[in-house]
């Protein structure tokens, strides 16, 4: 009689998070696929500008995250083997759509979060004397300086967070953020990039699990 091999479990630990990895990227190689040239058949009446917006607003969206990626893997090294396969397949997505899949110029790098008593001991450290005489000198270099400084705030990235884990749960969010707004734009969009969103946007649900484990 033939001997019968009981199946093997479902691999796990560093193995499972492979193959959930290599799965999310075969995914989108699937819908990957040049720029549409032309609106198709069913979609008369959406300008093709409108896609054209779509896809380059999708390789900025991934862009900035891989660029996200970049800053935790640079604050916390520790983690670089977890996250490099997920940047990579980010930088990846933004190609797909069209992008460089570097980090986009007006997006800073990040730098860690303070705690909480270096944050106080900043504050405190300000001279009440010395805010009061900036306030009464009003010169035009210290209003463009605070509008500078209001301006950088605004295209600045979210700090990393000092706790790994908690780095982790904002990368799994700024992913599951991303396929939200990316299942909602494939309603809009011609066929072909319709196909490529959804590709992406299951590969960005695989990160998020995959993160969202290792946050535990």
Do not use: N, W
């Not at 008369?44 to 896809?55: C, V």
Request: glycine content about 6%.
């Amino acid at each position: 009689m033939s001997s019968f091999t009981p199946l093997s479990r479902t691999p796990s630990g560093p193995r499972r998070r492979s193959l959930l990895a290599s799965a999310a990227g075969a995914a989108v190689l699937v819908g990957c696929s040049a720029p549409e040239s032309s609106t198709p058949s069913g979609t008369a009446g959406r300008s093709p500008s409108a896609a054209d917006a779509a896809r380059a607003r999708a390789a900025r969206e991934s862009e900035t995250l891989a660029a996200r990626y970049a800053d935790v893997i640079a604050a916390h090294p520790p983690l670089a083997k977890l996250l490099d396969p997920l940047r990579t397949e980010v930088v990846r997505h933004a190609q797909a759509f069209g992008g460089t899949g570097s980090r986009p110029a007006d997006s800073p790098s990040a730098s860690p979060s303070a705690s909480p008593s270096a944050s106080a001991a900043a504050s405190s450290a300000a001279s009440p004397s010395a805010s009061s005489s900036g306030s009464a000198s009003g010169s035009p270099s210290a209003s463009l300086s605070a509008t500078s400084s209001a301006s950088a705030s605004a295209t600045a990235p979210p700090a990393v967070p000092v706790r790994a884990k908690d780095a982790l749960a904002g990368l799994a969010t700024a992913e599951l953020a991303l396929v939200d707004r990316r299942t909602t734009a494939l309603l809009d969009v011609p066929g072909e990039l319709a196909r490529l969103l959804a590709s992406v946007a299951a590969a960005g649900a695989a990160h998020a699990f995959l993160l969202t484990e290792e946050a535990k």
